[in-house]
Structure formats: C-alpha cells, structure tokens
C-alpha cells in the first residue's frame, strides 16, 4: 500500500489558492489554503502573528448589474466550506479578508467566478455592497495569480 499525501498536506506544499466550484444548483464548494511562506508574510505585515488575525470569507452575489454579499467567519483549521442557499442565477466569487486587531482589513485570496444559471431561485439574506471604510488598506493586494 502506497502512502498518498492527504489534500491538506498537497495545499500546504504548494502554496495559496482558493477555488470554488459548483457541488449542485443550490450548494457551492470552496476550498483555501495559504501557504506557510504567506502566513509569515502577513505576520510581519500585519505585526501580529497569523493565528490571531480574524479570518472571513466574503462570498460575492453579481446579479443584475448590482453586487451584493454575504460574510462567513472562518478558523485556521478550516481549510473548505459549503455554501447552501446561494440563491437566483447570477456569478460568484470569494475572498478571503483578514482583520488585525487594530481593525485594519486586507484582502488575501480571490477565488475564481462562477456564472450560475441553474439554480433553485431564493434570494435571501444578501447584503447590498458598498464601499468598504477608512479601515482597509488601499495600498496593498494580497493576491497574485502565478503562471506555471
């Protein structure tokens, strides 16, 4: 019996990533990791260790020329989730934010854009966005795509 690495371990290896994918009409799956080089990165950046840094994934809503959105707390251990309800045909994305203590928000990871057209049709507990606060660092993009 061959020892095949677990998918944790592969993500680990290779780096930061963040996917999301269609499970049925009504459930999306996305998958994140950050890498080790980044965590530190962001340590130093941030000057507060990467464990204490509040963790958020935004899940974007573009439907008829507006955008609209819905936040989900995440821990370090957690590396997927499962999003139900999504809601009426329209695209989504993800980011993945983080938060320092001081309040200071900055945008790590984007996922890919999925168009949806088959979908269960409810629409329910999306927020409007808007411009977000003072607080994020406007200066800054966390995430870079890499060509192999």
Request: proline share 2%; glycine share 4%; net charge negative.
């Amino acid at each position: 019996m061959i020892n095949q690495p677990s998918m944790d371990q592969i993500n680990h290896l290779h780096g930061d990533a963040m996917t999301l994918i269609m499970k049925n009409p009504s459930v999306l799956y996305l998958q994140w990791n950050v890498g080790f080089k980044t965590e530190i990165a962001l340590s130093i950046l941030c000057r507060e260790p990467f464990s204490s840094l509040k963790k958020t994934l935004r899940l974007y809503q573009k439907k008829n020329g507006t955008l609209f959105y819905k936040d989900f707390d995440i821990t370090d251990e957690q590396t997927y989730l499962f999003i139900k309800g999504i809601g009426a045909a329209a695209s989504y994305y993800t980011e993945l934010i983080l938060q320092t203590s001081e309040n200071v928000k900055l945008t790590v990871l984007k996922s890919n854009e999925l168009k949806m057209t088959d979908t269960d049709g409810r629409d329910a507990d999306w927020t409007a966005y808007k411009e977000e606060s003072e607080s994020w660092e406007k200066q800054f993009s966390a995430y870079t795509v890499y060509d192999k």
